[in-house]
DNA sequence: TGCAATACCTCGTCTGTCAATGTATTAAAA
DNA sequence: TTTTAATACATTGACAGACGAGGTATTGCA
């Protein structure tokens, strides 16, 4: 069953960046590293993926350069620069924060733990 | 610290109908509560919430009635419809997903377990 | 009287996603 | 040989959601 790309707006860039850490890479073997990752869970689509390179290229986070492969089609690589490695941490920790809070906000009557509250109004 | 609502794109619905799961609610109580719950991390902005109400009443989701209150502002209440009760826990069940098809795309080298993975490609 | 809190609502802008479409290369199948 | 499939990159235009900025109205307190 595929999720939702709704849910997971907001991490493209990162899921991106996770990846490049692990060394540098092209747009085609990424996008087939991130379905494999999720078992067929996220398709991230060329048009979204090739988009945030650009973006990302302009923050300064990535940066490319052409293969050398001598056969078949080119093939654009994306290195992480320090800015990059940088934000690739802090959007992890970010993600931790952003798991806990919906976690707790994401509770159903008898189904999770309640939480005590005071909600001052009212 | 803030969360980025990016971050949190996607589950503004679900938020929204976990709330109301504890119990009818209006607009101005829910932001506050989501304030509350989250520490300060979440501000729902109002043209959020109200454009949030509007999307999930046309599809059912929530019903609105004018509350009786003699004083004060009025307040427009909101209550879950049994489509809302289902989209809620299709939802967190959604989310638990996503939860962990995040923690396996955003490990960072050194810093989480490596998973064994084969890419046929290359 | 003025201000803050409660309470609701809308418009226009911005950003990210993606369907559709296009290009080029290589290898295998028909 | 021609066709097909896989590899590989790229753009455009439409659409949806978040939200800054602005608006209205009521109540109570300083």
């Known amino acids: 069953m595929a999720l939702s790309s709704d849910l997971l ?5 990162t899921v991106i960046l996770c990846q490049l850490a ?11 590293q991130i379905n494999a990752l999720s078992g067929g869970q996220l398709e991230m689509k060329e048009a979204t993926l090739y988009t945030a390179f650009r973006r990302m290229e302009q923050m300064g986070l990535i940066a490319s350069y052409w293969g050398t492969e ?22 992890i920790e970010q993600w931790q924060q952003t798991r806990r809070l919906l976690d707790r906000l994401l509770s159903f009557p008898g189904r999770a733990p309640k939480i005590e509250i005071t909600v001052e109004n009212e």
């Open 70 to 91: 001598g056969a078949g089609a080119r093939r654009r690589y994306y290195t992480l620069t320090p800015a990059g490695h940088e934000k690739a941490q802090e959007d």
């Open 9 to 13: 707006r907001g991490y493209t860039d």
């Open 22 to 32: 692990e060394g540098d890479s092209y747009g085609y073997a990424i996008s087939k």
